[in-house]
């Protein structure tokens, strides 16, 4: 079955001249938006929403440290301690990531304090 066509598809080009810099400059801008070029301008001068959005460069770094959380977390729950203070100190080492995993959640959120 056909896919259903859309009566507002976009079909128009706009091309715009700029110098290299500038044109580095506007994608590092959007970028950091989490956005594409194109949509950061429709966003910007017609108020229209983008679609999708993308994580900017210091929301994905923080993604990534609590993926990397959890894999450290994940190794220490599978090391076998031989004695009490091997014990302690992986539960300490797990807490901190526990906790530092907390910290990079709540920064995602945006809730700092």
Same mark, same amino acid.
């Given at each position: 079955?056909?896919?259903?066509?859309?009566?507002?598809?976009?079909?128009? !080009?706009?091309?715009?001249?700029?110098?290299?810099?500038?044109?580095? /400059?506007?994608?590092?801008?959007?970028?950091?938006?989490?956005?594409?070029?194109?949509?950061?301008?429709?966003? @910007?001068?017609?108020?229209?929403?983008?679609?999708?959005?993308? /994580?900017?460069? @210091?929301?994905?770094?923080? !993604?990534?440290?609590?993926?990397?959380?959890?894999?450290?977390?994940?190794?220490?729950?599978?090391?076998?301690?031989? @004695? /009490?203070?091997?014990?302690?100190? !992986?539960? &300490?080492?797990?807490?901190? /990531?526990?906790? &530092?995993?907390?910290?990079?959640? @709540?920064?995602?959120?945006?809730?700092?304090?």
């Amino acid at each position: 079955m056909a896919r259903p066509t859309k009566d507002d598809k976009k079909t128009k !080009i706009i091309p715009i001249r700029a110098t290299e810099g500038e044109k580095t /400059a506007l994608q590092s801008i959007a970028t950091n938006r989490g956005l594409y070029l194109s949509e950061m301008i429709m966003l @910007d001068y017609l108020q229209k929403q983008p679609k999708v959005t993308f /994580a900017n460069p @210091d929301r994905a770094r923080l !993604i990534k440290a609590i993926a990397l959380l959890g894999q450290i977390v994940t190794y220490l729950n599978t090391i076998n301690p031989k @004695d /009490a203070s091997q014990s302690e100190q !992986i539960d &300490s080492a797990i807490q901190g /990531a526990l906790l &530092s995993f907390t910290l990079i959640k @709540d920064e995602l959120n945006g809730n700092k304090g």
